[in-house]
């Protein structure tokens, strides 16, 4: 959840407004994400992210056509690397 600093000015959120983020983490040494995806490397995990609708993120979904306008998936080595791909 990304909410604003208290006593900061914020051209993006509005007082009492927030952006969530839905993470679903698959831990390793060979997380379903990956295996499902024919990666049969080990990661300590995998991690798939997207844009939940609140009043915050309402203008994203309305030009995604209601849709989330992303998604995120993260897998992260066991040496720390992570490797991320977007997807609008």
């Known amino acids: 959840m ?3 600093i208290a ?19 698959d831990h390793g040494p060979f997380p379903l994400a990956s295996l499902k995806a024919f990666n049969l490397a080990p990661a300590m995990a995998s991690v798939h992210t997207t844009l939940l609708k609140n009043d915050a993120s309402q203008a994203l979904f309305e030009i ?6 992303f998604t995120v998936d993260t897998r992260i080595a066991y040496s720390g690397d992570s490797q991320s791909a977007y997807r609008p």
């Open 2 to 4: 990304v909410k604003p």
């Open 7 to 25: 006593g900061q000015a914020n051209g993006w959120l509005a007082a009492g407004q927030s952006v969530v983020l839905d993470e679903v983490v």
């Open 64 to 69: 995604a056509k209601g849709d989330t306008p």
